[in-house]
């Protein structure tokens, strides 16, 4: 089955406590992102990826960190979480962003106290 | 940069009745997608518009991209409760970034 998996679903934190979120794909995507989704503002994009090794910001980068190290693995990194990153992210990848599906993983809730 | 609007931000639907969302770009998008969230849920594909003018149906959906392919707009007929949900349209800003509007959550009176 073609899914896009994240772990974990839920995380509580404290501010500064180094977290990772992990998003894998089973559908050879080259292309990869995530996004966090706050009331009010839909889905916006905080770092992509084209391929392996190849990352690029989205609209709001900042206090997040990606890797790219294999086609299949984009995780996300929050070296210091602070309150104002408490959000749902989602992880997406496709063929390509601008022509065809995104697929999107089931989301995490994140709390950052 | 590009910025993709949405309105209405929510759409309170007697069941039965149509209603239509918009979407609308400050440039010009190669193509546009749209898709459905469920409450609790994550984003799910609906369509993609490529062409100028384009109209495509789903069964009650209804997607049009305008002839300057800077605006869309999807239209239900005969809401029924499975449209609860957030719906996004989304336009790709170059090849690699995918613009996403706010979305327009639709509720749905019995």
């Known amino acids: 089955e073609a899914q896009v998996t994240q772990n974990p679903r839920y995380l509580i934190t404290v501010t500064g406590k180094k977290l990772t979120v992990t998003c894998s794909q089973n559908?050879?995507?080259?292309?990869m992102s995530w996004y966090r989704q706050d009331p009010g503002l839909g889905l916006r994009q905080i770092y992509y990826?084209?391929?392996?090794?190849?990352?690029d910001k989205g609209d709001v980068p900042e206090g997040y960190k990606v890797s790219r190290k294999e086609k299949r693995n984009f995780p996300l990194i929050l070296e210091s979480p602070s309150p104002n990153q408490t959000s749902l992210y989602f992880c997406?990848?496709?063929?390509?962003?601008?022509?065809?599906?995104?697929?999107f993983g089931p989301g995490t809730r994140l709390l950052v106290l | 940069g590009q910025q993709v609007m949405q309105i209405p931000q929510y759409q309170h639907v007697q069941e039965g009745e149509d209603f239509t969302t918009y979407c609308n770009s400050s440039?010009?998008?190669?193509?546009i997608q749209w898709y459905k969230q469920r409450p609790g849920g994550h984003p799910v594909f609906l369509i993609q518009?490529?062409?100028?003018?384009e109209v495509k149906k789903q069964k009650r959906l209804t997607f049009q991209f305008g002839e300057a392919k800077k605006n869309s707009s999807l239209h239900i007929t005969a809401t029924q409760t499975t449209d609860v949900g957030t719906y996004f349209c989304?336009?790709?800003?170059?090849?690699?970034?995918?613009?996403f509007g706010a979305g327009t959550t639709v509720t749905v009176r019995a």
């Open positions: 997406a990848s496709s063929l390509t962003p601008s022509r065809g599906t995104q697929y």
């Open positions: 559908m050879n995507h080259e292309y």
């Open positions: 990826s084209m391929n392996v090794e190849v990352t």
């Open positions: 440039t010009t998008l190669s193509n």
């Open positions: 518009l490529v062409k100028s003018g």
């Open positions: 989304a336009g790709p800003s170059n090849d690699y970034k995918l613009s």
